[in-house]
């Protein structure tokens, strides 16, 4: 079931204490980026992030979650409705995230 842009406008609503959190549709899902960083997604109206080294620190008993078949599970964030906790997560995960590779034309 794709995400609605309902809950990504949400999502998008609670982050709007940080500058540069945009997204792209990809499949009728939703990529987040940070600063220029993919962080995680929208996948089934679940924000799911990248399992890197401070999002497990700062989720240390999160769940797991696939966000379509064949991918690498991912932290699921249950916590949506703090915005002070959701930016802390993303600033905490902005380090371990990898620069985004550039694209040969």
Known sequence: MPSSKEYLHFIL???SP???????????????YYRGKLVGGIYDDRLLVKPVR???AYLP????SL???GAKEMINVDNVDD???LAG???AMYDDLPMPKTQKR
């Open 67 to 69: 966000p379509y078949k």
């Open 83 to 85: 915005k002070a906790f």
């Open 54 to 56: 401070s999002a497990i």
């Open 13 to 15: 609503e609670q982050f």
């Open 89 to 91: 997560l993303f600033e």
């Open 61 to 64: 008993h999160a769940e797991y």
């Open 18 to 32: 940080l500058k540069d959190v945009t997204y792209k549709p990809m499949m009728g899902e939703f990529l987040i």
